[in-house]
C-alpha cells in the first residue's frame, strides 16, 4: 500500500509540474485542460487552485484569480504561497493597502529565505504609500460560529480580506470536569486542541469548568491575555456584550477597544439574552471603548447622547457580495421544485419580534403566490397551516445565495412597535437586495430609505398594494448595484478601520444627522416613530421645537419608544411635572416606579432620578449619582444597584439605612425591592416589606387617582377641527388630540369636503373609533366660520379652542392656559410660544418668534389694540378661548357686510376683535405648531398688499373698521375707537406688513 501510495504521489508531483511547464511557456489553453483533468481525480488541491490563480491573472481575469486564491485559504490557511500570490494580485488591482497587509502575513509564514528577501525588496519599492499598522484583530463575539452567519462573523471575515489577522473568540462552553482540582492549563490545553480554522480566522473556543453543577473555573480572559502576550502587532477588541468589559478589566498590555452596539441593553422584556448587570456594564465599556459603533439609526441618536466622549459612530448592517454572486448550481434547489411561483420568502429566525398575525393575512390574501420562511422558527408561532405556506426550515448561510436567486419578493413582516424592531437594521434586507430581489418591510425606521426597491407598510392593504406592485416591477439594477456598494461588509471594516486611525470626517455626527434628515424628509409625517426619532435628532439643537415633536409623536403612538423619547425631551426642558403626569398615565410603567414618583412629589424627594428609573435611563442616573456627595450609601444607590442587578451590595445599603433612617420604609420602591432580596436570601421579614409595599401602592395610587380625576374633571375643553379635502392630515390631527391624557376633550369636526373626501373621512373615523368626536359635514362652498356658527348652540364647554387639520396644539399649552383664564376671569385667551412648518413638512419645524405679543391686559380695549399693532400682530386664534368670547367673535364675522370681505381682511378681523373684547395674557409654554404657506382649507392666502396694488383697500377697510367699532355700539368707547382706528391700522401694516405708505389716514 505505502508503494502505491509513493508510485500516485510521484504521478501527481509529475502532473503538476508539466501544468507548471505549460503555465511558464504561455501555454495556457492546454494547462487549463490539464488542470481539468486533475480535478477529476483530485478536487481540492492548494498547489492546482494556485495555478489557477496564476493563469486568470495572465488572461488579466482578475475576480476570478481573487476567488480562487480565497478557496485556496480555504483548502490551507497557512501556505506562504498563497499568501503571496493574493499580495501580488491586490497589487495588480492597486488595493496596496491589502497587498502590503497579505505580503506581511506571507512574510511571517514563509521559511524560505529566498522568498523572505524577496518580499522586503517588493515593499521597499511601494513609494508614496502610507503603510497599514500591522494589527490583529481580537473579536469577543455574542454568538458561536455556525450555519447562520452574523455581524460578528461577518466583520471578522471582512477583516480578515484585508489582510488582517483574526482571532474569533466563541462564547464559553459549559463542560463537565471529572473532579473538582481541575486546573487552568488543563482547560488551556482542551480549548488548544478544539482550535478550528475558517479560511484566515482562528475560531477559539474557551471553557467554563462545572463539577456537580458547581461552577469552578474559566480560560476565557486566560485565552485572550495569551493572544496579546503573544501579538507583536497593534492589537484591537472587538466586544459585542456590555458584559465583556470584565474580560477587559482582567487584561493586561497595550490593546484597544471598539464597542459594537447591535442592541439596547437596557430593554429586558425584548433583549431576552440581556440581563440588569449589563445596564451598567454597557455605561463602562461606553466609557472604556476607543470607538463605538452602532447598527441603526434609533441606537445612534441614544447612545450619542449617552456617551460624551465623542466617538460614537453609524455603521450598519451590510451583505458580503461574495456569499450571493457565485452561484455553483443554477438548477432549482429540490425542495422548491413542488413550490409555484411567484414565490415570496422571508429569510431568518421566526420569534416573538415577528409579526404572526399580519403575515399569515398576507398568506391568506395572497392565494395565487407562494410564501417560503427559510431559517428557524420558534415553536408555536406558525403552527397553523396553509397550502401556499412553505416552511423549509433552516439552511446554511452558504446555501441561502440558491434559494433566493428563485424568489420574487423579499419581505420583513416585523412587529413594529417594540423597541428591538425599533433599533434593528436586518442584515436580511441587504442579503435580498444583493439577490436582485424588492423587499417589503412593516413600518421599520431603518428600511425607510427613499429607494425603489424597497418599501415599507403601514396595513395589510398597502402591503398588498406593494406586493402587485413589485410582482410586476422592472428592477432599477443600476440603483440597486450603488446601494449594495455603499453596504458591503468591506466597506463596514474599512470604516471601522478609519474610526481606528481616527479618520473621521466622513463619519462624523453632522453628517450622520444630514444623511437622517434626507432619507426622512418625506416620510416623517406619517410615521409617529420615525417623527420620535427626529425629535431626539434635533433636541441638542432646539430642546423646545424638539419637545414639541416628540409630544406630537406620543399622542399619535402612545408606545415605550415614543414614550420614552418624550420623557427624555421633558427632562432636558426641565418640564419635572409634565414628566410625572405623563408617566402616571402610561399603561406600560410598573406600578412601583408610579407609586415611587407620587411618594417622592409628596415628600419633596428627587423627582428626576425616579423619572429616569421610567426610561431605563441608568447612564444618567449613575451620572447623577456620581454627582451627589455621600450617594455611596444613599437609598437612591441602593435602588440603582437594585436595578443593575447588584443585588448584594443593595441589600447591604437597605439594610444600614433601615436602622438608622427609618424612611426606607416610606419609599414603595426601597420596600419591594427589599421584600425581593429578603425572600431571595429566605429571610422570613420579607412579608413586612411586601406588606408594606402593597399598602404603599394603596396610598399614594388611590390618592393620585382621586386627585387626577377630580383634577382633570374640571378641566374640559370643545376643539373645533375645521378640515377639507384633507383625510390624512384630519386622521393625523385626530391621531394627536386621542394622545391627550389631562385633560377631557370634545372634538367637533367641521367637515367641508367633497363626496369622495367625505367618505374617507368617515371610513377613518369608523377605523380609529376616536372617543369624544362628533363629525358634521357641511357644504363645500360654507366658510370655516359659518361651520363653527352652525354648531356653536351646542357646545358646552367653557373653553374653546380652534385648530385646522394640520395644525397642533399642545396639551400643556392648553392646560396652562385654562388655569391661567380660571386665576383671572378678565383673560379671553392666552398667548404661547407658537412654531411653523411650510407645505406640510413637519420634519422642519422652527420656532416663530414674532409670532408672539407683550400681555395685552391695559383696562382701555383701545390701549390694548393700539399696543398690539405696535409689533408684529401674532396669529390669536389657535388658541384657547373662553366660549363666550368665540361666540361675539363668530358673530361679527358671520355678518352680511364682513361675509364680503376676502380671507385676509376677516383674519385679522378676528385678531383685532380678541384684545377688544378683553385682556390677552402671554406665557413661555409651547402652544401650537401650525403650516405657515396654507389657510385652513388649503389655500394660499393674499396679503393685504395685492388688495392695495389694485386700489381696493380703502373700501374693505372701510368694512374692517365698522365692524370692530361695533363691539362696543354706541358707547364712548365705540367713539374713542373710531377716532383711533385709522392710526392703528397705519401701524399695524407697518409694523406687520412693511406697508410704509399711510393709506389710511389719508382717506
Known amino acids: 500500500m505505502g508503494k502505491i501510495n509513493s508510485d500516485l504521489n510521484t504521478e501527481i508531483k509529475l502532473f503538476k509540474e508539466n501544468i507548471e ?120 463575539s455574542s454568538c458561536p460560529w455556525g450555519v447562520m452567519l452574523q455581524r460578528p462573523h461577518q466583520i471578522a471575515r471582512a477583516l480578515s480580506k484585508l489582510g488582517y489577522k483574526i482571532d474569533y473568540i466563541q462564547p464559553s462552553i459549559e463542560v463537565e470536569a471529572s473532579n473538582e482540582k481541575v486546573t487552568n492549563d488543563e482547560l488551556m490545553k482542551f480549548s488548544e486542541d478544539h482550535i478550528r480554522q475558517y479560511e484566515l480566522i482562528k475560531i477559539h473556543n474557551p471553557v467554563s469548568a462545572y ?57 429586558l422584556e425584548h433583549s431576552y439574552w440581556s440581563n440588569k448587570q449589563d445596564r451598567e456594564y454597557e455605561i463602562q465599556i461606553l466609557d472604556r471603548a476607543d470607538v ?29 457580495v461574495e456569499d450571493f454572486t457565485r452561484y455553483e448550481e443554477t438548477i432549482l434547489p429540490d425542495d422548491l421544485l413542488e413550490i409555484p411561483s411567484p414565490r415570496i420568502c422571508y429569510i431568518g429566525a421566526v420569534d416573538s419580534w415577528f409579526d404572526k398575525e399580519l403575515f399569515y393575512e398576507l398568506v391568506r390574501t395572497n392565494k395565487d403566490k407562494s410564501f417560503v420562511v427559510i431559517g428557524p422558527v420558534k415553536e408555536g408561532i406558525l403552527n397553523e397551516k396553509e397550502d401556499n405556506l412553505y416552511i423549509l426550515g433552516l439552511k446554511e448561510h452558504r446555501e441561502l445565495k440558491s434559494y433566493l436567486k428563485f424568489m420574487d419578493i423579499g419581505i420583513v413582516p416585523f412587529k413594529d412597535n417594540t423597541d428591538i424592531i425599533i433599533n434593528c437594521d436586518p442584515i436580511k434586507m441587504y442579503e435580498y437586495v444583493m439577490s436582485g430581489l424588492p423587499v417589503i418591510a412593516t413600518n421599520m425606521p431603518e428600511l425607510i430609505l427613499n429607494k425603489s426597491f424597497i418599501k415599507t407598510c403601514k396595513n395589510i392593504n398597502e402591503w398588498n398594494s ?189 439594610w444600614n439605612n433601615s436602622f438608622n433612617n427609618y424612611l426606607v420604609h416610606d419609599s ?184 408672539c405679543c407683550e400681555r395685552l391686559i391695559e383696562d382701555s380695549p383701545v390701549d390694548r389694540i393700539s399696543k398690539l399693532t405696535k409689533n408684529w400682530v401674532p396669529q390669536l386664534i389657535y388658541s384657547v378661548f373662553r366660549k363666550d368670547t368665540l361666540k361675539i367673535v363668530t358673530n361679527l364675522l358671520t355678518k352680511e357686510e364682513v361675509r364680503s370681505l376676502p380671507f385676509v381682511f376677516i383674519e385679522y378681523l378676528w385678531y383685532f376683535a380678541i384684545p377688544l373684547i378683553g385682556k390677552v395674557e402671554n406665557m413661555e409654554i409651547p402652544l401650537n405648531i401650525r403650516d405657515f404657506s396654507m389657510d385652513s382649507e388649503g389655500h394660499v392666502a393674499w396679503g393685504f398688499a395685492n388688495y392695495i396694488e389694485e386700489d381696493s383697500f380703502n373700501e374693505k377697510y372701510e368694512v374692517f373698521k365698522s365692524a370692530l367699532v361695533s363691539l362696543f355700539e354706541n358707547s364712548e368707547q365705540a367713539d374713542e375707537l373710531d377716532e383711533c382706528m385709522d392710526q392703528i391700522m397705519d401701524s399695524f401694516l407697518d409694523n406687520s406688513w412693511g406697508i410704509k405708505e399711510r393709506f389710511v389716514v389719508n382717506l
Open 21 to 140: 511547464y505549460l503555465i511558464s511557456s504561455g501555454d495556457l489553453e492546454n494547462s487549463k485542460k490539464l488542470i481539468a483533468e486533475f480535478q477529476l481525480i483530485k478536487d481540492k488541491d492548494i498547489e492546482i487552485q494556485n495555478m489557477k490563480a496564476i493563469i486568470s491573472i495572465m488572461e488579466n481575469s482578475l475576480d476570478d484569480a481573487e476567488r480562487f486564491l480565497w478557496e485556496a485559504v480555504g483548502i490551507e490557511s497557512d501556505s506562504p504561497d498563497t499568501l503571496f500570490n493574493l499580495a501580488y494580485l491586490y497589487e495588480i488591482k492597486v488595493e496596496l493597502e491589502k497587498s502590503i497587509n497579505f505580503y506581511r502575513q506571507a512574510y511571517q509564514k514563509t521559511e524560505n529565505l529566498e522568498r523572505k528577501f524577496q518580499i522586503k525588496q517588493i515593499l521597499s519599492h511601494f513609494e508614496d504609500v502610507e503603510f497599514p499598522i500591522e494589527r490583529k484583530f481580537i473579536v469577543l
Open 211 to 267: 463539577y456537580k453543577e458547581n461552577y469552578l473555573l474559566n480560560n476565557y480572559s486566560n485565552i485572550v491575555q495569551d493572544i496579546i502576550n503573544e501579538s507583536d502587532e497593534e492589537v484591537i477588541l472587538i466586544c459585542y456584550l456590555p458584559s465583556q468589559v470584565n474580560i477587559i478589566n482582567q487584561l493586561s498590555g497595550r490593546f484597544k477597544v471598539v464597542y459594537e452596539c447591535v442592541d439596547d441593553h437596557s430593554d
Open 292 to 320: 463605538v459603533t452602532t447598527t441603526s439609526n434609533a441606537l445612534y441618536l441614544t447612545k450619542s447622547i449617552q456617551n460624551k466622549n465623542n466617538n460614537v459612530y453609524l455603521s450598519k448592517n451590510a451583505v458580503n
Open 466 to 654: 406593494v406586493i402587485t406592485h413589485f410582482i410586476n416591477f422592472k428592477l432599477p439594477k443600476d440603483e440597486m448595484r450603488e446601494f449594495i456598494h455603499d453596504n458591503t461588509w468591506a466597506m463596514r471594516s474599512i470604516q471601522m478601520i478609519n474610526l481606528i486611525d481616527d479618520r473621521t470626517d466622513q463619519y462624523n455626527r453632522d453628517s450622520i444627522l444630514k444623511k437622517m434628515r434626507k432619507n426622512w424628509e418625506t416620510a416623517i409625517d406619517d410615521n409617529a416613530v420615525l417623527l420620535s426619532m427626529y425629535s431626539l435628532l434635533i433636541g441638542e439643537s432646539d430642546k423646545v421645537r424638539a419637545l414639541m415633536l416628540a409630544e406630537q409623536a406620543y399622542s399619535e403612538v402612545g408606545i415605550y419608544y415614543t414614550f420614552k423619547n418624550y420623557m427624555k425631551l421633558l427632562i432636558l426642558n426641565d418640564e419635572l411635572s409634565t414628566a410625572t403626569q405623563v408617566v402616571l398615565n402610561y399603561e406600560g410603567i410598573d406600578k412601583k416606579y408610579k407609586a415611587e414618583l407620587i411618594y417622592a412629589k409628596e415628600n419633596g424627594k428627587d423627582i428626576l432620578v425616579r423619572l429616569l428609573y421610567c426610561i431605563n435611563d441608568f447612564h444618567e442616573i449613575y451620572n447623577y449619582l456620581n454627582d451627589k456627595r455621600d450617594y455611596n450609601e444613599s437609598i437612591d444607590y441602593a435602588n440603582y444597584l437594585f436595578e443593575v442587578g447588584n443585588l448584594n451590595k443593595a441589600l447591604q445599603i437597605y
Open 668 to 851: 414603595p420602591l426601597s420596600s419591594v425591592n427589599i421584600a425581593y432580596l429578603l425572600e431571595l436570601s429566605k429571610n422570613n421579614r420579607y412579608s413586612y416589606f411586601e406588606e408594606r409595599y402593597e399598602l404603599l401602592c394603596k396610598k399614594y395610587l388611590e390618592y393620585e387617582k382621586d386627585h387626577r380625576e377630580n383634577e382633570s374633571g374640571n378641566l374640559r375643553i370643545t376643539i373645533l377641527i375645521v378640515t377639507r379635502n384633507r383625510p390624512a392630515l384630519l386622521e393625523r390631527c385626530l391621531l394627536y388630540f386621542s394622545g391627550f391624557r389631562n385633560i377631557t376633550l370634545n372634538i367637533r369636526v367641521l367637515d367641508g369636503s367633497d363626496t369622495y373626501e367625505k367618505g374617507i373621512n368617515l371610513e377613518l373615523l369608523q377605523k380609529n373609533n376616536f372617543k369624544n368626536v362628533i363629525y358634521s359635514h357641511f357644504d363645500s362652498s360654507s366658510s370655516p366660520i359659518d361651520r363653527i356658527s352652525h354648531i356653536f348652540p351646542e357646545i358646552e364647554d367653557e373653553y374653546c379652542a380652534v385648530c385646522a387639520d394640520d395644525d397642533f396644539i399642545a396639551e400643556e399649552g392648553i392646560i396652562s392656559s385654562i388655569k391661567i383664564m380660571e386665576a383671572n376671569m378678565e383673560i379671553v385667551t392666552v398667548k404661547g410660544r407658537s412654531y411653523v412648518y411650510k407645505n406640510n413638512n413637519i420634519s422642519e419645524i422652527f420656532e416663530f418668534p414674532k409670532d
